[in-house]
């Protein structure tokens, strides 16, 4: 379930002190609102047949763009789920995103990452940076992580 804007806001403002890095799922259009920001870094994920998202200018962003399925857990397969197996989250899109999180500047504090809806996609790579590397995140929010996704991400 996607945050509310002010508390998004809150959190990009007061991020914590200890020198973790959080990170925070967004919707596009949350995402398209925030303000540029040094120490907030941002993930964009859009679906194939979508337009990159109309983000500003911030200093540390990666694009990306693949389907949401759960292709691992896949039963009987329908027309439109075998259209969106083309555009699979991949080992390369994986290995993108992590080297791009341990490559970020020190006063980077806040990982924004983004998809269409907030709440498949972007809570995947959210989860899977909270494993990895100890960010903070909101675990309540994270309930409906892609778990292909998840699982592609936690692979090394």
């Not at 979508?50 to 962003?61: D, M, R, S, V």
Request: hydrophobic share 45%; proline share 7%; with cysteine.
């Amino acid at each position: 379930m996607p945050l509310p804007l002010r508390t998004i806001f809150a959190k990009l403002y007061s991020p914590p002190a200890d020198g973790v890095r959080q990170a925070i799922a967004l919707s596009r259009s949350d995402a398209e609102k925030l303000p540029i920001l040094e120490s907030v870094a941002v993930v964009s994920i859009t679906a194939p047949e979508k337009l990159p998202a109309n983000l500003q200018a911030f200093p540390h962003i990666l694009r990306m763009s693949f389907a949401d399925v759960d292709f691992l857990s896949l039963g009987g397969r329908s027309p439109r789920t075998s259209e969106k197996l083309k555009n699979l989250f991949t080992e390369e899109q994986a290995r993108q995103v992590r080297f791009f999180v341990e490559a970020l500047p020190d006063e980077v504090r806040t990982v924004v990452v983004h998809c269409e809806g907030g709440y498949s996609r972007s809570t995947a790579v959210v989860r899977a940076l909270h494993e990895l590397y100890g960010y903070v995140v909101e675990h309540e929010q994270l309930r409906q992580a892609n778990p292909s996704v998840l699982a592609v991400m936690l692979r090394r």
